[in-house]
Nanobody, 123 residues
Framework: VQLVESGGGLVQTGGSLRLSCALS????????IGWFRQAPGREREFVAY???????KYADSVKGRFTISRDNAKNTATLQMNNLTPEDTGVYYC??????????????????WGRGTQVTVSS
């Protein structure tokens, strides 16, 4: 299983970035795919996920600004990020799991992670 992120970079407050994730080595259609991020000195936090059977889910902090999508034909996932703020700065990780987090209670640990891509939002 391989997940490779791209699209990070430096942007000013209010700007936009589009992250992409290329996934391989598993049956993409059956997997939940998502994004986490980690800011310096902080724990990793959930950003969004898109299950195979359900719709997208977002953290409250990004709802209305970020959009997650998946292309099952191309085995890719994207995260469109608009109206970025310095609080969005961090390393963004693409994740995947054969299960749907909606069916689990408590903390859900995604099985597969990419290496991450840096997003920096300047004030």
């Amino acid at each position: 299983v391989q997940l490779v992120e791209s699209g990070g970079g430096l942007v000013q407050t209010g700007g936009s970035l589009r992250l992409s994730c290329a996934l391989s080595g598993f049956t993409f259609d059956d997997y939940t795919i998502g994004w986490f991020r980690q800011a310096p000195g902080r724990e990793r936090e959930f950003v969004a996920y898109f299950s195979s059977a359900g719709g997208p889910k977002y953290a409250d902090s990004v709802k209305g600004r970020f959009t997650i999508s998946r292309d099952n034909a191309k085995n890719t996932a994207t995260l469109q990020m608009n109206n970025l703020t310095p609080e969005d700065t961090g390393v963004y990780y693409c994740v995947a799991d054969p299960n749907n987090p909606e069916y689990f209670s408590g903390t859900f640990d995604f099985a597969f992670w990419g290496r991450g891509t840096q997003v920096t939002v300047s004030s």
